[in-house]
């Protein structure tokens, strides 16, 4: 008999991803999802015996008739423009999104898997970031809805975790990027790559001297279903530990892709982390995991993802 796995928020960008991998180890998949950020699209092309999709804002009582083996907490806004657009949301679904499906844990005895952020660093003052760093955040900044919202949601986990005995694992993602993402995602990648394909300057903030990490969506997946089959509770880093600025990644789209667009830079946004980089290390040591997919097959893929989706969408 097939295990069953809940994923909140699995019609979006990592939820979607993660359905098609756990439905290729044998899993039987229920993706629940309100489409507030989410896209029917991304996950249209898997609907079978195995499948489930429930429309449905998990911030609201969740009842789920088949017996989980592992609930995956992916529901929520995920980038600037979408926290900026829709705050009160994003905060609720980090707190009454949590503790419901939290709650869904306690009642079927599954696992359950908090989708955290490296945002719970804020603008860090340690570099690279480890998980026992515990942040140089603002509450009530233009990104604090969403900051903080991650870490009530830690802190909800380990409570449940230490007072019901929940098993429990948190990952904290790093900028990771690849095909379904959104066109008007706001976030670095997508940015440049649609501007480059439709010959628009490329945005670029302050000077660009800004640093991510950029990991690749099958590295991600691979660590959060490690992650999964563990038996680790304490936060763990899931990112590609590459660092490099912002410039030099709309440099490398403007090359991969051929396009002649220049580069527009404007004011920096307030609170915009100066640097973002994982130290990785306890994913080696626990998982086992490290990152793969290298900048140029990662990007090369999700640029072609990007021509079509243009293609059809202008």
Known sequence: MKEWVLIT???????????????????????????????????????NKDFLFIKHDVTQFIYVDKPLRYIL?????????????YPIQTLK????????????????RATFVLASTSEVYG????????????????PIGPRGVYDEAKRFAEAMTMAYHFSHKIDTRIARIFNTYGPRMRINDGRAIPTFISQALR???LTVFGAGTQTRSFCYISDLVQGIYR?????????????NPVEMTILEMAQAVLSMT????????RPLP?????????????ARTVLGWSPVVDLKQGLGDTIEYFKQKLQKDP
């Open 9 to 47: 928020g699995g019609a979006g960008f990592i939820g979607s991803h993660l359905a098609d991998f756990l439905l290729a180890k044998d899993y039987a998949v229920i993706c629940m999802d309100n489409l507030l950020t989410g896209d029917i699209a991304n996950i249209s092309h898997i609907y």
């Open 73 to 85: 907490h992916f529901a929520s806004p995920a980038s600037p423009v979408d926290y900026h657009e």
């Open 93 to 108: 679904v980090g707190s009454l999104g949590t503790h419901k499906a939290l709650g869904l844990a306690k009642d079927h």
């Open 123 to 138: 603008d860090p003052l340690v570099h690279p970031q480890s998980e026992e760093y515990w942040g140089n955040v603002n």
């Open 199 to 201: 010959g628009q300057p």
């Open 227 to 239: 992650l999964m089959i563990s038996n680790y509770n304490e936060p763990v880093n899931l990112g």
């Open 258 to 265: 051929g396009s002649r667009s220049d580069i527009a830079f």
């Open 270 to 282: 307030v609170d915009d982390p100066k640097v973002r980089q994982p130290n990785i290390e306890r």
